[in-house]
């Protein structure tokens, strides 16, 4: 395998520094200094006008600091490439292919990357669509058949007239190491980068505030060195049928996969803590060899369960920059305001509605069909079992159904990605009563 550090980084409001009050937009221009769209996004969000201002979002100064420092971990470089220049070799523990790329006039050193993430099927399918294939290959330990056929690919594309090219997102290590993380189009892909993602909501919701009487901190931070969620929380909380709720503003950004900069509504159910529950379930993932990162809270203190729609489902999107989209057309767009009111607004209505909707017995099937639908090669895969064994018979009540919720939620603590899709799971069995997603967002 490769020597790739993989790392998923994290800290909520309770590491923030008391006197991180919030930082000036000047200060926030760290985040963009690099950014081929430097002059574009100065102008289209008419940084001049507001430079000195302060955006007053507690934790936003931790929120800079540990974007750059991330950003500083590995070098990206974007190279082009045709599918007949590249090399490929098995690696050392037969697991993946290592490709050799050749020197360039943008990057003059031959090298050779190993794939990281998703890296190695996404090359599988947009470059010879056989992903499916060629993991199954793999799986059952035939990969120099996968070699064999990449070289016979290699022939054919040769022979034709068609252009095999892209571009391919590489990471550099301080050692010299390369990793290829995706490929992207060479003619449609527009980096917004982490820290571009940041400083436009950063300087968003400091407009959002200016119009409104909200206020914002940084709830918490999901990160590495590809991609981003952050959780800005409006102070206040308000009572539903299912308990006490916050609502917050997501800013999801994957530099690499579809939707680019994404904002979107969440809330976060507050549920009694429950430490029995805690440690009976560290313990168990202790026994199953499942790694785990026991969270400790003040007794008799609260959990937030982040409950979120998909992004497929349009009518809860608050607004999104997708990779191929010009910043001088899209960074205009980041007026919030409006559209986060109505966001709220939706969900509340939603939450409201989960008692008069679907019965407990209803809310239960849906969780045990949709657990039993799991694929093993999920995110959520390594803890489907863990979470089918926690599901009781019968949920009579709400505190039982919050109960359910909160062991499923601490048994997928120790995974980012699982807690996501755990997340949009939650958000379906309690408020889904039709097809799911691909609905028109409302003017």
Known sequence: MSDFQY??????????????????????????????????????LKVGEIINETVAIPGARMLISCV???????????VSK???DLQFEISDDESVIN???????NYPVAFTASPIYSAQTDFFENSCSMSKYANKLIRRERIDVVL?????????????????????????DSKGNHFFRATTSITHY?????????????VALYRHMQATTDKFVVNRCEYNESSI?????????????????????ELNNSEIKEGAVRFSGVCAILIEDNKADRDAIHKEKIHLGIETDYEEYEEGGKRELLVKPRPTNLRYSIQGIKHNVNPKKAIPSMILASKIQKNEAKIYDDLASIGEARSFSAIRKSIVDKVKRIQKESELGEFKSSMQKEIPEAIENYHELLRLLNRLDLIASSSLDAKEQLRYLFYEALIERRNLGFEQPEE
């Open 190 to 202: 527009k980096d917004y980068n982490i820290g571009l993602s940041v400083f436009v909501a950063l």
């Open 68 to 78: 750059d420092a991330e950003s500083k971990r590995y070098t990206k470089v974007d």
């Open 229 to 249: 969620r952050v959780y800005f929380e409006k102070l206040g909380k308000r009572s539903t049928p299912i308990g006490e709720v916050k609502y917050l503003v």
């Open 148 to 172: 064999e056929n990449l070289e016979s690919i290699r022939s054919i594309y040769t022979e034709g007239k068609d252009t095999h090219e892209y571009k391919y997102r590489l990471l550099k």
């Open 7 to 44: 790392k998923n980084n994290k800290f909520t409001s309770k590491d923030i520094d008391a006197q991180d009050t919030g930082v000036t937009i000047k200060e926030a221009l760290l985040l963009i200094r690099d950014s081929e769209y430097y002059d574009d996004i100065y102008a289209a």
């Open 99 to 105: 490709i050799a790329f050749p020197s360039s006039d």
């Open 82 to 84: 045709k599918y007949e």
